[in-house]
C-alpha cells in the first residue's frame, strides 16, 4: 500500500479518535453540569441532621411544594424554617442581604456599584450589629437558630444553588445580623422614594408662586376614601394675576421654550409608576360564621422566586394544643409576615406617612462644619470599601451628622442631610412575632404598636368577629414643621424630639359600620394626620372602589372578596372616557377617518381593563397625553431649576388636572394652544399616534397587547438565552394601577390572601410563581396558574406529598 493510501486512513483514524475524545468531554461537562443542577435542588423525603435541635422537626409540602414545618419548640422551628429557606431561596436571600449592605458588586461585578454607592450611604450592615445588638436575647436566640438552620440548609446541598455556578463564586455563610439586613431591604424598597418627592416638593414651593404650587400639589382630592374624616377641598387655580402663561413676566417661567412639550414628556403615555397594596376587613355580623374576614393583597415588583414564600409553622402551645400559623414568609426572617394563627388574622399595606426629612445643612465659618443647635460641629468622616467582583475595590466617604448622613446637593447648592426612621436602632425588632401567639385584637394592636419594620397600617380581625386598624412601625415625634419640604433644623426650632408611645398610636376599633379598608391613601384627618404626616399618599381612587364595593353587600365570605380583589372595571377613567368621546365629536371624526375609529373602540369599550379592550388602553393613554400636556408648561421653571425634579412623584396630580379640564381657565392653557379644545385633540391625535407607532392597525393594540406580564429571574435580565429556562411565559392579564386589580407588566399582587379565623380551611392564598427558586425543581412554578386566572387556591395547605425529617445532631 502507498504512502498516499495511508494518509487518508490516518486522517479518518484521528478524526474518529478526536470525534469520540470531544463526546466523552461534553458528556463529562454535561454530567458535571447535571450533577451540580440536580445537587442544588432541596431535599425532599427522608432525614438530614441538623445541628441544635432539641427535638425532630417533621417537614411535610404538598403537591405545590408548601412546607407544614412541625417542632416542638419554637427555637427549633425557627431553625428548620432557616434550613428550608436556604434550601429553596437562598440566592433571594443573598440579593436581599447585600442590597441593603451595598454589597452586590462583590457578587456581580462593577455594574453594581451605583446601586451600592447609594445604598452603603446608609451604613446598614453597621447598623444591623446594633440592632442586633440591642436586641432581646430570647431574639437574639431565636435569630441566631434561624441563621444556624439557613447554614445548615445551605450545607446539606449536594451543590450550592445554581446561580453560584453561573457566577462562577461560591455562597457566603449567612450571618445572625443578616436578618435585620432583609427588614432594611424592604425599608428601601417601601420607602425610599420619599426623599425624592421632599425634594421636588422643596422645588415646586421655591420656584413657584405660592398658589400655584398649592394648587399642583394638594393634600387630596375628591377620590380621598380615609376611614376618618373626609375628603379634602381641592385649592383653586391660581388668577391671571398670580400666574399667566400668556404674558412672559416675572411671574412665569423666564425660559418659554422651556413650555413646550418635548419628547422626553413628564410621562410616557403607556407607563406610570405602580404603587400599593390593598387590604379590608369586615365585622363578624357581615358574615354568615359571625366570625370578622380579612383580605391582603401586598403588591410589589413581580420576580422568580416571587418575594414570599408559603408555609404553616406548627408548635405546641401554652394550653397543651398545637399552635399553628399559616400565611406568608420572608426568606431571610423566620417569621409569618401576613396570615392568621386560627385565632387572628393580619395583613398590611404601605403607610405613606412621612418617615424621612431632608435637612438643610447651614455651613459653618470653618471648612468641614454645620451648624446646629449647640454651634458648629464637625462632620463625622466614614471611609467604607466596596469590594468588587473581578475588578478592584471601591472606596466611598460619607458625610455624617448628627441628624444622619449627608445624601445630596440641593437645586440651590445646599448640603442636605438625612433624618429617616430606618437610620435608629428602633427601626428593626422581632415584636411582630409575638402577632403567633395573640388570641385577641386587644393583644394584636399592643403587639403592633411595639414593631419595629416599615410603617404600615395593619389590619387585624379576629374569631369573635372584631376588626381594628392601626398602625405598626416607629413614628417620630416632630416640632416646629409638618415634615412636607426640605428645612434647616440648625436654630433648634424644628426637628424631631423622640417617638410617639404605643398608647398615643391611631387605631379604629370595631367601627359602627362593620367594615375597614387601606389602599396606600389618606386614612385619617385631624391630629391623627399631623401625628403621620403624609409622605406621598396614593390617590384614593382604589380605595374608594374597595370601600363602595364594601358597602354594596351586607353579607361576604372569602370567594367575594376574592371576587373585589380581581375587580378591574375602570370607574376611575369614566369620565375621561366621556371626555374622549365629546373631544372626537362626530364633526372631528369626520375629517379624519382615524379619530372615528379611535372613537369607535372609545365608546365600544373602556369600561375594564380587560386584555382585549383597546377603548380602556386608548382612554387610558389619552388621560396620560392631556396630562403632560397641562403640567409641562406650569411646572416648567421646576425642571429648568432641577432637572432630577419630576413632578410624576406627586400622587395627587389628578386633582388639579381635572379641574383645569373642567374649568379651562385661559391663562393656565399652553400658548401654543387657541383653546383647550386645540390641547384635547391635540392629545387624542398623539395618543392615536403613539398607539400605532410600530405600523400595525389600531385593533392589534388592545390593553393585553401592553399589560404583557413578564415574571423574571433576575439572571435572564442580563442572559437573555437563559429566559426560557428560568422565566414564567410573558402573559396578557386584565388590571391596572387605579382599581383593586392592580396589575403592569412587572408588578402586581405578590400574595392575595382571603381568611376568617378559626375557618382557614376556607381560606384562600395565591401567589405568582412557586416555592421553589430552582428552575429544575417541580414546585418552581407550581401555583402561578392559580394566581394569573384568579382560581381559588386552599390557604391550607394539602395532603403531605413528601417528607422530610431533620433531626438532632451534635455540632
Known amino acids: 500500500m502507498s504512502g498516499a493510501s495511508r494518509a487518508p486512513r490516518r486522517w479518518w483514524r484521528w478524526t474518529l479518535l478526536a470525534s469520540l475524545g470531544l463526546l466523552a468531554l461534553l458528556t463529562g461537562v454535561g454530567g458535571w453540569l447535571y450533577l451540580r443542577l440536580h445537587g442544588s435542588l432541596a431535599q425532599l423525603e427522608g432525614a438530614a441532621p441538623l445541628a441544635g435541635l432539641r427535638a425532630p422537626v417533621a417537614v411535610e409540602r404538598d403537591s405545590l411544594g408548601i412546607p407544614t414545618i412541625r417542632g416542638d419548640n419554637r427555637l427549633d422551628v425557627a431553625r428548620a424554617t432557616g434550613f428550608v429557606h436556604a434550601q429553596e431561596r437562598f440566592f433571594q436571600m443573598d440579593l436581599l442581604r447585600r442590597t441593603a449592605a451595598g454589597e452586590l458588586a462583590a ?5 453594581a456599584l451605583p446601586l451600592d454607592r447609594a445604598h452603603r450611604l446608609h451604613r446598614f450592615r453597621h447598623r444591623a450589629r446594633l440592632a442586633l445588638a440591642a436586641t432581646p436575647a430570647e431574639d437574639q436566640a431565636l435569630i441566631a437558630a434561624y441563621a444556624a438552620g439557613v447554614n445548615a440548609g445551605l450545607a446539606a446541598l449536594l ?11 461560591a455562597p457566603e455563610p449567612w450571618r445572625p445580623e ?4 432583609v427588614v432594611y431591604a424592604m425599608y428601601l424598597d417601601l420607602q425610599g422614594q420619599q426623599w425624592r418627592r421632599e425634594s421636588a416638593r422643596g422645588v415646586l414651593r421655591d420656584r413657584l408662586p405660592p398658589e400655584l404650587a398649592a394648587f399642583l400639589d394638594p393634600p387630596g382630592t375628591e377620590w380621598d376614601a380615609p376611614l376618618r374624616g373626609e375628603p379634602f377641598p381641592a385649592p383653586p387655580p391660581p388668577g391671571p394675576a398670580i400666574f399667566d402663561l400668556r404674558r412672559n413676566d416675572g411671574a412665569n417661567p423666564p425660559d418659554r421654550a422651556n413650555t413646550e412639550v418635548r419628547p422626553d414628556r413628564l410621562t410616557s403615555a403607556e407607563t406610570e409608576l405602580p404603587r400599593g397594596s390593598n387590604n379590608w376587613a369586615v365585622a363578624g355580623r357581615l358574615t354568615a360564621h359571625g366570625g370578622a374576614l380579612l383580605a391582603n393583597d401586598m403588591h410589589l415588583g413581580l420576580r422568580l422566586p416571587n418575594i414570599w414564600y408559603r408555609a404553616t409553622l406548627a408548635y405546641p402551645d401554652e394550653h397543651g394544643g398545637e399552635r399553628q400559623i399559616h400565611g406568608v414568609t420572608l426568606p431571610g426572617t423566620p417569621a409569618i409576615v401576613s396570615g392568621g394563627n386560627g385565632h387572628i388574622a393580619w395583613g398590611y399595606t404601605n403607610s405613606e406617612g412621612d418617615w424621612a426629612d431632608l435637612v438643610i445643612l447651614e455651613p459653618g465659618a470653618d471648612n468641614g462644619t454645620y451648624q446646629t443647635p449647640d454651634g458648629p460641629r464637625a462632620f463625622s468622616r466614614v471611609q467604607e470599601t466596596l469590594a468588587v467582583k473581578d475588578g478592584p475595590a471601591a472606596t466611598l466617604e460619607i458625610l455624617e451628622t448628627r441628624w444622619g448622613p449627608v445624601v445630596d446637593r440641593d437645586h440651590q447648592g445646599r448640603q442636605r442631610a438625612l433624618r429617616w426612621v430606618a437610620h435608629d436602632a428602633r427601626a428593626v425588632n422581632l415584636k411582630l412575632l409575638a402577632l403567633e401567639r395573640a388570641d385577641t385584637v386587644d393583644a394584636a394592636l399592643e403587639i403592633i404598636n411595639r414593631a419595629g419594620a416599615p410603617a404600615q397600617n395593619v389590619l387585624l380581625a379576629d374569631a369573635d368577629g372584631r376588626i381594628a386598624w392601626t398602625l405598626s412601625g416607629p413614628i417620630p415625634r416632630r416640632f416646629g414643621h409638618d415634615g412636607r419640604l426640605p428645612a434647616s433644623w440648625a436654630d433648634g426650632q424644628r426637628g424631631w424630639s423622640g417617638w410617639l408611645e404605643p398608647a398615643e398610636y391611631p387605631r379604629i376599633v370595631d367601627p359602627p359600620g362593620g367594615r375597614l379598608w387601606t389602599a396606600n391613601g389618606r386614612v385619617v384627618d385631624g391630629a391623627w394626620l399631623n401625628l403621620l404626616g403624609d409622605g406621598g399618599y396614593a390617590l384614593g381612587a382604589r380605595a374608594r372602589q374597595i370601600r363602595d364595593g364594601l358597602l354594596e353587600r351586607d353579607r361576604f365570605d372569602e370567594r367575594d372578596f376574592l371576587a373585589l380583589q380581581l375587580d378591574d372595571r375602570a370607574l376611575f377613567l369614566a369620565r375621561w372616557r366621556e371626555l374622549l368621546l365629546t373631544t372626537l365629536t362626530p364633526d372631528a371624526a369626520r375629517t379624519n377617518p382615524r379619530w372615528d375609529e379611535l372613537r369607535r373602540y372609545v365608546a365600544d369599550g373602556g369600561g375594564r381593563a380587560a386584555v382585549d379592550s383597546v377603548g380602556y388602553r386608548a382612554v387610558r ?9 397641562a403640567f409641562a408648561p406650569l411646572t416648567a421653571a421646576c425642571r429648568q431649576a432641577d432637572p432630577r ?10 386633582g388639579p388636572l381635572w379641574q383645569l379640564i373642567s374649568q379651562r381657565p385661559p391663562h393656565l392653557l399652553d400658548p401654543r394652544y387657541p383653546d383647550w379644545s386645540a390641547l384635547l385633540l391635540d392629545a387624542a391625535d398623539a395618543t392615536l399616534a403613539e398607539l400605532t407607532a410600530d405600523g400595525r392597525p389600531l385593533a392589534a393594540h388592545a390593553w393585553g397587547d401592553y399589560n404583557q406580564v413578564r415574571i423574571q429571574h433576575p439572571f435572564s435580565r442580563f442572559l437573555p438565552w437563559s429566559s426560557g429556562w428560568l422565566d414564567l411565559p410573558a402573559q396578557a392579564l386584565p388590571g391596572d394601577l387605579h382599581m383593586p386589580r392592580i ?14 379565623p378559626g375557618r382557614q380551611r376556607n381560606g384562600i392564598l395565591h401567589l405568582p410563581g412557586g416555592q421553589s427558586g430552582h428552575p429544575l425543581s417541580p414546585f418552581y412554578r407550581a401555583g402561578h396558574v392559580a394566581w394569573a386566572t384568579g382560581e381559588p387556591l386552599p390557604l391550607l395547605p394539602g395532603p403531605t406529598a413528601h417528607r422530610l425529617r431533620l433531626e438532632p445532631r451534635a455540632p
Open 743 to 756: 396589575q403592569t407588566p412587572d408588578s402586581g399582587a405578590s400574595e392575595r390572601l382571603a381568611v376568617a
Open 107 to 111: 457578587l456581580v461585578g462593577a455594574t
Open 159 to 169: 451543590a450550592p444553588p445554581f446561580e453560584y455556578l453561573l457566577l462562577r463564586t
Open 645 to 654: 425634579f419630576d413632578y410624576g412623584l406627586f400622587r395627587q396630580s389628578e
Open 178 to 181: 443578616d436578618t435585620p439586613l
Open 621 to 629: 393613554a389619552f388621560r396620560l397625553q392631556v396630562r403632560d400636556r
